[in-house]
């Protein structure tokens, strides 16, 4: 009598149902193993969505299966690996439009489904995260970010406002990131800013930020040298603008490049909300210890803030300096109650730098020192704008809401 123990069992009955499917003209379906599957905005992330994913090995015909009310769509991806830090990334990149669920799918090899939220065509509502950069292992940024999402599992998309980590070639900290935030990338687009540490390389000298380049394919902007460095987007009632403050570390032909391209991409919207996100900040501050620096504005306020006024950006958000700070509207270099709301949005990672900063005439609110990390709300519709400053923990630390009359 011939043995047979459980586990051949098992394989012997696996291969005989597989081939009675194939007989029955069924093809088996194998789980696709995928990491990193995430969503990055769109021009508008009411009607579509680019949907990105890395892979350990190449994938023969990759794309984006969604499901709508009544049928399935294949949306074919495009491969977008790359090379760094020494590694191959195998990425791949869709752009798909809207529906119930999305799953990825390589021949008859398949992902799990994951829930597409729609965005609404007025309201919206957005988390904020400043510099996400650590030194050491990601689990600050992590847990600060988790439990952002927690408490706003309402929100159509999130951002951050660069120096997204410490070193911008180091793919060790690229992966930490991503994994810390694995169960929610799937779930709601990202905006992704460039911070100055993107474009460091190992040896902490300047690079092209290669991976943060590859890692995220926002918007195009129509400007081929620039391409992924700055862009827009619209969700719900606000038209959102996002600029690059690199010209130190990159060269400065981007400083005209993005007045001439913001001009024009400001007087193509009619969204009531104009927003802007930047990394460097606008103001200068006198350091502790460093009596000959001046309080002020930096290169960025002095050639970007007439530009944002004139055109009529309602806020800009920077980042940078690792402090949370409200500085109310200002115009013309002073509080205006006519002028652009600038907050600088502090810190969702461990690089502190307690007490350096000496506060500035222009500071309405600063969060306690020393200070841990917050992460903000940015709400509104077509009346109304609010902006909210959390601790870790979701205590309310500071709000500002605008209205259009
Ligand atoms: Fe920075």
């Known amino acids: 009598m011939h043995n047979i123990n459980r586990r051949t069992f098992i394989k012997v009955a696996a291969v005989s149902f597989a081939s009675f499917l194939a007989g029955c003209g069924v093809e088996e379906k194998k789980n696709l193993s995928i990491k990193f599957l995430r969503q990055i905005v ?19 015909n990759p794309a984006v299966e969604l499901k709508t009310n009544d049928d399935k769509k294949i949306f074919p991806a495009q ?47 957005a988390i904020i995260f400043p510099d ?15 439990q952002a999402f927690k408490n706003n599992s309402d929100a159509n998309f999130f951002i951050n406002v660069g120096d997204i980590v410490d070193n911008g070639e180091d793919n060790s900290q690229w992966e930490d990131w991503l994994e810390q935030v694995e169960d929610f990338l799937p779930k709601i687009p990202f905006a992704p800013v460039m911070g100055n540490h993107e474009t460091y390389s190992r040896d902490w000298k300047i690079r092209q930020p290669v991976a943060y380049l590859n890692y995220f394919a926002p918007p195009d902007n129509g400007i081929e040298n620039f391409s992924r460095r700055f862009y827009s987007f619209d969700c719900g009632a ?35 909300w104009k927003i802007i996100f930047i990394h460097k900040d606008v103001l200068q501050y006198r350091i502790n210890g460093r009596p000959e620096r001046q309080e002020g504005f930096s290169e960025v306020g002095e050639i970007f803030m007439p530009e944002f006024e004139s055109l009529g950006a309602d806020a800009v958000f920077t980042a940078h300096l690792h402090t949370y700070r409200n500085r109310g509207r200002l115009k013309n270099f002073q509080a205006d109650e006519n002028g652009t709301l600038y907050i600088l949005t502090g810190l969702s990672g461990n690089v502190r730098y307690s007490g350096l900063w000496i506060d500035h005439a222009l500071d309405k609110f600063v969060a306690p020192q020393p200070e841990t990390d917050n992460y903000l709300t940015l709400e509104g519709d077509e009346k109304f704008l609010s902006v909210k400053c959390f601790l870790p923990d979701g205590e309310l630390i500071d709000e500002t809401t605008l209205q259009k009359i």
């Not at 508008?44 to 190449?58: A, F, L, T, Y």
């Not at 913001?262 to 009531?272: A, E, G, M, N």
Request: glycine share 6%.
């Open 132 to 146: 996400s950069q650590c030194g050491g292992d990601y689990d600050t940024w992590g847990s600060v970010a988790r």
């Open 238 to 272: 606000a038209h959102f603008a996002i600029l690059d403050s690199q010209w130190e570390e990159l060269g400065r032909e981007v400083i005209e490049a993005q007045k001439k391209w913001l001009r024009q991409d400001f007087s193509q919207t009619d969204k009531p």
């Open 42 to 60: 769109t021009k508008n992330i009411s009607d579509s969505r680019c949907v990105m994913w890395q892979v350990d090995k190449p994938l023969k």
């Open 79 to 125: 491969d977008s690996t790359f090379i760094d830090d020494g590694r191959t990334i195998f990425q791949y990149t869709a752009q798909i439009e809207l529906g119930n669920e999305f799953r990825i799918v390589d021949g008859s090899a398949v992902g799990d489904w994951h829930e597409l939220k729609n965005s609404p065509t007025e309201n919206f509502k």
